[in-house]
């Protein structure tokens, strides 16, 4: 009788022992499978409107090109324009944005981004985060983004676009230079400007003026579209901008 019992406890103990086993290789084997496939060889190329606000505080529009080639898993920049560290840590954070949304690994390349800015010499600014991250995946999948299609908007680790100033001037730019479509950040495509107001009144010979300030609400799609056929959209995540900005 107590043999019997042992081999009981024996046999509970051995079942025991092997789910607890297999609850710790599950993390393990499900970890190996969420790793991303490392890029091919060859080079990748692409380019994708960018815009910005000069010290003059007048819009203007640019491009940025991608390249993409065997390397050390380095982000390098071209020298001219020089460009910021705020600039730089886009660049990082759309590399591994591209990397997530895309399951490509680009540790064995580099990735070299360019920003044309004419006669600019220093390029600083986040919020070209979300146009170098759109130009990354493009040259990981080899795709072409439309030349019609411009964006701003800084770009965060989880993909989310975040808000950035001078839209009103970006907008203007984008769509002096033939854009139809202008992809800015959630929340931005309505803008608040005070109007000057002055009203008078008159009496015992002189004349009282009262100049006030009034809020106004500018609807931006309405008012490019209306204007120059532009349409100005709202996109919260990269993902929402890619199915915009991608040619079909």
């Known amino acids: 009788m107590e043999s019997k019992l042992q081999f009981i406890i024996y ?14 290789l599950v993390p393990l084997t499900s970890s190996e499978t969420t790793l991303k496939t490392p ?24 491009k940025a090109e991608v390249e993409i080639r065997a390397g050390k898993g380095r982000v390098l920049f071209s020298v001219n324009p020089f460009v910021e560290p705020d600039t730089q840590y886009s660049a990082e954070t759309a590399k591994r944005v591209a990397e997530a949304f895309t399951g490509k690994s680009c540790e064995n390349k580099d990735i070299i981004y360019t920003i044309k800015a004419g006669q600019s010499r220093l390029v600083g600014g986040p919020s070209a985060g979300a146009a170098l991250t759109l130009a990354s995946i493009a040259a990981i999948e080899h795709k072409n983004l439309r030349s019609d299609v411009a964006i701003t908007g800084t770009i965060q ?18 769509a002096k230079n033939g854009m139809k479509t202008f992809l800015v950040p959630k929340g931005q495509s309505k803008e608040v ?15 009282f003026q009262r ?3 009034e809020p106004v609400e500018v609807d931006l799609n ?27």
């Open 157 to 174: 680790e989880n993909g989310h676009i975040g808000q950035i100033g001078g839209v009103v001037e970006k907008a203007t730019a984008a």
């Open 222 to 248: 309405k008012a490019f579209f209306e204007e120059y056929g532009m349409q100005v959209i709202e996109v919260s995540s990269i993902g929402e901008a890619a199915a915009y900005a991608f040619e079909s």
């Open 39 to 62: 890029l091919g060889g060859g080079t990748y190329f692409s380019k994708v409107n960018i815009v910005a606000v000069t010290s003059m505080g007048t819009g203007i529009l640019s």
């Open 193 to 207: 400007f005070y109007e000057k107001k002055t009203t008078e009144r008159r009496g015992y010979g002189l004349v």
């Open 11 to 24: 046999s509970v103990l051995l079942v025991v022992i092997g789910v607890m086993m297999g609850m710790l």
């Open 211 to 213: 100049t006030y300030y």
